[in-house]
């Protein structure tokens, strides 16, 4: 009931294309989604997040659509470019007794954007 | 404003050998998470700490302990290193006020090869 499903686990998209992102969850504790973004020999940054009562949030080319009755989001990449070229993680959290929060990772996309 | 540091960059240690990571949380955050990440794997939750306490672990054992200081900066132990333990390790800041420390934001790593 912790996994957070993510797919695919590879993705090549053509520059000014729509890369999609998704991931899926069970536990309904969760109540915060962010997505981050890796580049090879650094650490994830955060990219953008949800919160579950909201459906739809955008910043500049990154949108995030969560559809709570499915338990599914997805990152959605609009006009992708090759310095978007990265892993891409999605990851859910909730607060736990003891005042702790967790991020709980998918697997991961390598996204390539080929010019 | 600074960001997360993480010392050392690299690191390489032999099987049984004793090992400490350090990291520096982003001005104006009060917990700091430590992270697991495997090669081609998402981040694996360790332990978080705030107010110098360990408030929450992952499935982790207890050769895994960790500090966190008055200023914040906190201290990755690893006792008796096993093989598996080759990883980068993460850590995170945020701030809780009270609700959760859910924005976390990621160090570069520390690159722990065990041989």
């Known amino acids: 009931q912790q996994q957070v499903k993510q797919s695919p686990q590879s993705l090549i998209v053509q520059k000014g294309g729509i890369s999609i992102i998704n991931c899926a969850y069970e536990?309904?504790?969760?109540?915060?989604f962010p997505w981050y973004q890796q580049f090879p020999g650094k650490g994830p940054a955060l990219l953008i997040a949800?919160?579950?009562?909201?459906s739809e949030k955008k910043e500049g080319r990154f949108t995030i659509s969560f559809n709570k009755s499915a338990k599914q989001f997805s990152l959605h990449i609009m006009d992708s470019q090759p310095g978007d070229s990265a892993t891409y993680f999605c990851?859910?959290?909730?607060?736990?007794?003891?005042?702790?929060?967790?991020?709980?990772f998918g697997a991961g996309t390598r996204l390539a954007v080929h010019p | 404003e600074t960001g997360v540091t993480q010392s050392p960059t690299h690191l390489i240690k032999t099987r049984g050998q004793q090992v400490t990571l350090r990291c520096s949380s982003q001005?104006?955050?009060?917990?700091v998470s430590w992270y697991q990440q495997a090669l081609g794997q998402g981040p694996q939750f360790i332990f978080q700490?705030?107010?110098?306490?360990?408030?929450g672990r992952g499935n982790f054992p207890p050769r895994f302990s960790g500090l966190q200081f008055p200023n914040y900066s906190s201290e990755l132990n690893v006792n008796a290193l096993e093989l598996d333990d080759s990883a980068l390790y993460l850590c995170?800041?945020?701030?809780?006020?009270?609700?959760?420390?859910?924005?976390?934001?990621f160090g570069p790593g520390t690159r722990l090869t065990v041989t």
């Open positions: 536990n309904t504790a969760f109540d915060y």
């Open positions: 990851a859910a959290s909730q607060l736990f007794s003891g005042g702790y929060n967790k991020l709980i």
């Open positions: 949800i919160r579950p009562d909201v």
């Open positions: 001005s104006g955050h009060n917990t």
């Open positions: 700490y705030y107010r110098e306490e360990e408030n």
């Open positions: 995170a800041s945020s701030l809780d006020g009270g609700q959760g420390a859910y924005e976390q934001y």
